[in-house]
């Protein structure tokens, strides 16, 4: 599904954001959509022509060169994280101590092609404590697939502009649009 109009996308994207199980502090669907600004601009920084925004089946994805890299959907992210930066800490990060990140362990679990092993992450009131070791891991992910395999020219012609308006005028943000996106 590809959405250009901002009205179209703020419906799919409150129902992406609308959590099954509703035990959540009151900003967070604002927090998912911060964190997955901030990784469209990290993408961008890797090269306009590297990454789209897709609408799948009640997800919205950001996909970096061939991977998926995260995905909003029923009230949480799912985030691709760099494995080598993971195992090379000397102690178990922060986020893995809380009920804020969950592994995946069945679906996408990890991708050999770019290093990573991925999970599910749903803030609560420890997002400010939580976000940079996240973040750190998740943008040497975004690194690796901007400098892996090429987008497809599909993907690119799925790309969803309205997502991206969406985002721009509801957090306030200069989110980017990717190079192809006339």
């Known amino acids: 599904m590809k959405i250009s109009d901002e009205t179209e996308a703020r419906k799919y994207v409150t129902s992406v954001l609308e959590e099954p199980d509703a035990e959540h502090i009151p900003d967070v669907g604002h927090i998912l959509l911060r964190v997955f600004a901030d990784a469209i601009s990290e993408a961008n920084v890797h090269g306009r022509e590297k990454w789209a925004v897709t609408c799948d089946a009640g997800k919205v994805r950001l996909q970096v060169g061939h991977v998926i890299i995260c995905t909003l959907e029923g009230g949480r992210i799912w985030m691709a994280l760099d494995k080598e930066l993971l195992e090379s800490g000397r102690k178990r990060p922060r986020f893995e101590t809380t009920e804020d990140w969950h592994w995946d362990d069945s679906v996408y679990p990890d991708y050999s092609s770019i290093g990573s092993r991925n999970g599910y992450y749903n ?4 997002h400010e404590e939580i976000w940079p070791g996240l973040r750190r891991l998740h943008f040497e992910s975004i690194y690796r697939a901007a400098n892996g ?11 969803s502009s309205g997502i991206l308006k969406y985002l721009r005028n509801t957090l306030g943000w200069q989110v980017p649009d990717p190079l192809y996106a006339g």
């Open 149 to 159: 395999q090429r987008i497809r020219w599909s993907t690119t012609q799925r790309h």
């Open 123 to 126: 803030p609560s009131g420890q």
